[in-house]
């Protein structure tokens, strides 16, 4: 069974910053890898839609929301199978849950938000 599991979220000022991290485990897809081919940040702020905050192939090159273009970094550890998001110059608007996803397919096959799985989120706060 798959399990992601984020961690790091907590509350901080303008300008701070916070490391999420998100550790995938059970995984385990059709070919045999150990490693999801795509894994990615969401967040949602209360009372908003869910958004992409940035997705990560397995291998390739992280795409970033507008929004964390500059700020936010995306990274995976040695194994690949733990994702990290570190987030900088943090804003009251980057307030939201956080939520680490991942998928068996390619990050240019998965449609909008349509990850197989998800954890369970981590609050992050901003406050001015």
């Known amino acids: 069974q798959v399990k992601l599991v984020e961690s790091g979220g907590g509350s901080v000022q303008t300008g701070g910053s916070l490391r999420l991290s998100c550790a995938a485990s059970?995984?385990?897809?059709?070919?045999?890898?150990?490693?999801?081919?795509?894994m990615a940040w969401f967040r949602q702020a209360p009372g908003k839609e869910r958004e992409e905050v940035a997705t990560?192939?397995?291998?390739?090159?992280?795409k970033y929301a507008d929004s964390a273009k500059g700020r936010f970094t995306v990274s995976r550890d040695s194994a690949k199978t733990t994702l990290y998001l570190q987030m900088n110059s943090l804003k009251p608007e980057d307030t939201a849950i956080y939520y680490c996803?991942?998928?068996?397919?390619?990050?240019?096959?998965?449609?909008?938000?349509?990850?197989?799985?998800w954890g369970q989120g981590t609050q992050v706060t901003v406050s001015s």
């Open positions: 059970g995984y385990s897809d059709n070919y045999g890898s150990l490693i999801p081919s795509c």
């Open positions: 996803a991942a998928d068996s397919r390619s990050c240019s096959e998965i449609g909008r938000g349509a990850f197989g799985y």
């Open positions: 990560n192939p397995r291998y390739g090159t992280t």
